[in-house]
């Protein structure tokens, strides 16, 4: 059994290794975060998931393996990368807001690569965010809630109001996560029978990392304002969240086609993350920017 996996934190795919010992992880990172997950049960690729060429060519080279015989069929993908920015500004090369580029368009990129190399019953997990729902509740005052707009404006660099100021970058972020379930739901519609797909919400978890491009203001923020929520449910550590997404990955958690997977249990995700025809909107974005890619 062979799972492809993005990776932000090496303690999902330990856990993983650790409890299936017949599983394979094809991982694919950019750089240092591979780097403490070498082993004869582990496939590392290259990718910078900022980058649509780099995004295509880790998936020709899975593509390859799997075609070869070095790996079997996939039983699933598990998308856990995501970037967190201080302002709306950043740009990748290919002229998409970064924010978007790494916790959207990629997945789709993945997925509508890798699902053609799965084997059914097979699982894909996108990670998202509880900060999607834009109230105090779910992020204790720490993040701005989303603001949707067209998808092809999401993709530009300066979608947000005074896009250079950290606000905008926390803007773009759960925008980007509210837009990550919208394509889980567009996905849902879409998979062939046996394989499933799920949104997953770990909560907060400090230490993992993902501000460490959000400038001095979000790491600030990260380091000292999300102290207090360190200390109530909203939180985990990376070892107990990495068992919680590895329970998700392997199954544990038993949840439907298209659902949002709340740590251990499938709850609703935000009442404006139901709503179809953005879902088709965005999927329909992303499909002319995958084929744009390739033609």
Do not use: C, Q
Not at 73 to 80: C, D, E
Not at 103 to 132: C, E, F, K, Q
């Amino acid at each position: 059994m062979s799972w492809m996996r993005r990776v932000r934190s090496s303690h999902a795919p330990s856990e993983l290794l650790r409890r299936e010992p017949r599983l394979h992880l094809v991982v694919l990172a950019r750089g240092e975060p591979g780097k403490g997950l070498r082993g004869p049960r582990v496939t590392l690729v290259e990718a910078d998931l900022a980058s649509r060429a780099s995004t295509a060519s880790a998936v020709d080279a899975i593509r390859t393996f799997v075609a070869g015989g070095e790996l079997p069929p996939l039983a699933g993908f598990a998308g856990n990368a995501g970037v967190s920015l201080d302002d709306a500004l950043h740009t990748t090369a290919d002229g998409h807001e970064t924010t978007f580029a790494v916790n959207v368009l990629a997945n789709h990129l993945l997925i509508a690569g890798l699902v053609p190399l799965m084997r059914a019953p097979a699982r894909v997990l996108v990670t998202v965010s509880d900060t999607h729902f834009g109230d105090f509740r779910h992020s204790g005052g720490t993040m701005p809630p989303p603001r949707w707009a067209a998808p092809a404006v999401l993709a530009r660099p300066g979608a947000f109001p005074d896009p250079g100021s950290a606000t905008a970058g926390r803007t773009a972020y759960t925008t980007s996560k509210l837009a990550a379930i919208h394509l889980v739901h567009e996905w849902a519609r879409r998979l062939p029978p046996g394989t499933t797909i799920a949104s997953y919400n770990p909560g907060l978890v400090p230490r993992t990392g993902l501000s460490r491009d959000a400038g001095a203001v979000g790491r600030f923020m990260m380091r000292w304002l999300s102290a207090p929520l360190a200390l109530t449910p909203l939180a985990d550590t990376p070892a107990a969240a990495g068992r919680k997404l590895a329970d998700a990955v392997l199954g544990r958690v038993v949840a439907p086609s298209g659902a949002y997977v709340d740590r251990t249990r499938v709850v609703p995700s935000s009442a404006e993350s139901y709503d179809p025809e953005r879902e088709r909107d965005l999927w329909d974005h992303l499909e002319h920017l995958r084929t744009s890619a390739d033609a």
